[in-house]
């Protein structure tokens, strides 16, 4: 995707004073303990929340969800109008892998799963608004004894938000690695660590059902948020995408 297009349709369609974010610097908080002892948590643009929750907006809602590490994949559904999610009703953890991430507990991988996790929806063209909700996250990520965050997209303009939202989450003192679908945008806003994977979007962990692929997607993102010491690391995932999905069909 152009960036400067979307910049420039953005800017025509919700907000003619839209800009990137960008930034000098770079916050980082390094990883100092093993893996396999560390407390992981899951944060998402791609509009997750429990069936019982609100929705989110369709443009513009800072506005965040909790989802509790026990949650079950029939539990949570997806509610974000510029991309398809119909693959997400079967297999929600090509989006929002925490079925994967229990599993890597169980493998003796990571610590712990965090007790709660949190979703934004991505297409906030006022940017500046996730400042108070990411700060409220950033805490209770940090109560919870949360010692690493994977974060994962949506939409294509949901890696500016996201990288946004991990630019705050490091600066809290939390050790981030965000998946990214358009690395260009994430490169614009300068974040701490980031994997470019090649999926579309709605499933920046792999392909619907495909549980092998997303477990070395997600082990793969762990050990690059463990073991990189150079802020602004972007790594490119050797992963392909192998088959059809309706996720492609995405609008912005």
């Not at 609100?54 to 513009?60: E, L, S, V, W």
């Not at 007790?115 to 209770?140: C, I, L, N």
Request: net charge negative; with cysteine; aromatic share 8%.
């Amino acid at each position: 995707m152009n960036v400067d297009i979307l910049e420039m349709y953005i800017q025509q369609e919700w907000a003619p004073d839209f800009r990137y974010a960008r930034h000098d610097d770079i916050p980082w908080t390094p990883f100092r303990k093993a893996a396999n002892t560390a407390g992981v948590a899951l944060v998402t643009t791609g509009g997750v929340h429990l069936k019982q929750d609100p929705p989110f907006a369709g443009i513009d809602d800072p506005s965040y969800r909790e989802i509790p590490g026990s949650a079950s994949a029939s539990d949570l559904m997806v509610s974000h109008p510029f991309f398809e999610s119909q693959e997400l009703e079967q297999d929600i953890d090509a989006l929002f892998p925490l079925t994967r991430l229990r599993e890597l507990e169980g493998m003796g991988i990571i610590g712990c799963v965090a007790p709660r996790h949190f979703s934004f929806m991505g297409v906030v063209p006022h940017w500046d608004t996730y400042e108070g909700p990411a700060k409220e996250v950033g805490g209770k990520l940090r109560s919870d004894g949360v010692d690493a965050v994977i974060l994962t997209p949506g939409s294509p303009i949901c890696n500016h938000s996201l990288a946004i939202i991990q630019r705050m989450l490091e600066a809290s003192g939390l050790a981030t690695l965000s998946l990214t679908i358009e690395p260009e945008l994430t490169k614009i806003v300068k974040v701490p660590r980031a994997m470019i994977v090649d999926f579309p979007p709605g499933c920046p962990v792999g392909e619907p059902t495909d549980r092998d692929k997303q477990l070395k997607v997600v082990k793969e993102a762990l050990e690059y948020l463990t073991t990189m010491k150079q802020p602004g690391t972007v790594w490119k995932s050797p992963f392909k995408w192998t088959r059809s999905c309706s996720t492609p069909m995405c609008k912005l």
